[in-house]
């Protein structure tokens, strides 16, 4: 019997899907490539666990980002893996990476590539040659991006957004899938340059990294102090990737659903008549539509992640606060009595 995603039409709104192939996966339907992919998910956490000990909400909320096309921005203090939780995921899905050390003297054309002049052999005369920088790659680790004036900053804008780079006014396209993994320390102020909203606003999440508990920092030096250190096998092809994210974009939502995430954003914003008194002079700057769109992307992922056909308004609340955290700014009221941004979420969640 053919299974089907259906959503009710109480929700004013009745999707079916037949089955679907691409790359050569082809399902019998939509609900069957669902357990595979939440299959290939266990698969994958069982797989990075074998390397990073903890954070298990953070692998879980980057690998959503993964399957919605969606770059994302870790912050934590020195030492807590974030670099290696990046390099792990990568060899996890078999994609080709790249890291790109953030340092103040880095310039646009360390990351996008530069023209270079060489002489050509058939012809005896001078052309140009476009040298690849180190953004095409599928997963690239952006280290320490604050550490990095805005000019150079400004240079992932155009390839987190539209997936190409433009160079000598000629424009080449990214390899698929492609993500960009920022790094950020957070206590570390001297020789720091703030990430515009600009370019905050491309980052589907904001992840915060904490300290691991005693348990798992015994378990960390356990594994990393003797002579085998553990590396992470390839468990998925980017062009399974690249089908689970067509997956996830097929996934109907009720309108009840889209509804509660818009008016969640709108909360957000100064002026708003629907923003309660709970947050009412700590915001001086809300979140913008991209976050609309990513809260709907999350919470279908999260989703179908977690055995669901279809996103309710939970699912929305699950991706909330690091979609949301990164696009408020804060008011001055707010810094003076330390309300962070993602108080501001959980007061709006509450």
Known sequence: MQNFFVVPKKYGLLLIFAAHSR???????????????????????????????????????????????????LVGVPGLAKTLLISTL????????????????????????????????????KRFKFIHGPIFANIVLADEINRTPPKTQAALLEAMQEKKVTVAGATHKLQTPFFVLATQNPIEQEGTYPLPEAQL???????YLDYPSVEEEIAIVKATTGQNTAKASAVMSAQEIEYYQDLILRVPVPDNVVDYAVKLVNKTRVG???????????????????????????????????????????????VAVPVLRHRIVTSFNAEAEGITPGEIVRRLLA
Request: net charge negative.
């Open 90 to 125: 990568a060899d996890a899905l078999a994609l080709k990476f790249s890291r790109i050390q953030f340092t103040p003297d880095l310039m646009p054309g360390d990351i996008l590539g530069t023209e270079i002049l060489e002489d050509d052999p058939a012809t005896g005369r």
């Open 272 to 318: 708003n008549s629907l923003q309660p008194d709970s947050v009412k002079g700590l915001i001086n700057w809300g979140a913008g539509p991209r976050a609309s769109q990513y809260l709907v992307l999350g919470a279908k992922a999260h989703a179908l992640l977690h055995g669901k056909h279809s996103p309710d308004v939970e699912d929305v609340r699950a």
């Open 201 to 207: 606003d491309r980052f589907m999440f904001n992840l």
């Open 23 to 73: 790359n050569g996966m082809q399902f019998s339907s939509d609900v069957e490539a669902a357990r595979s992919l939440q299959d290939a998910f266990r698969r994958l956490k069982a797989e990075i666990g074998r390397v990073i000990v903890g954070q298990q909400d953070v692998v879980d909320k980057l690998v959503t980002a993964i399957f919605c096309r969606g770059h994302v921005l």
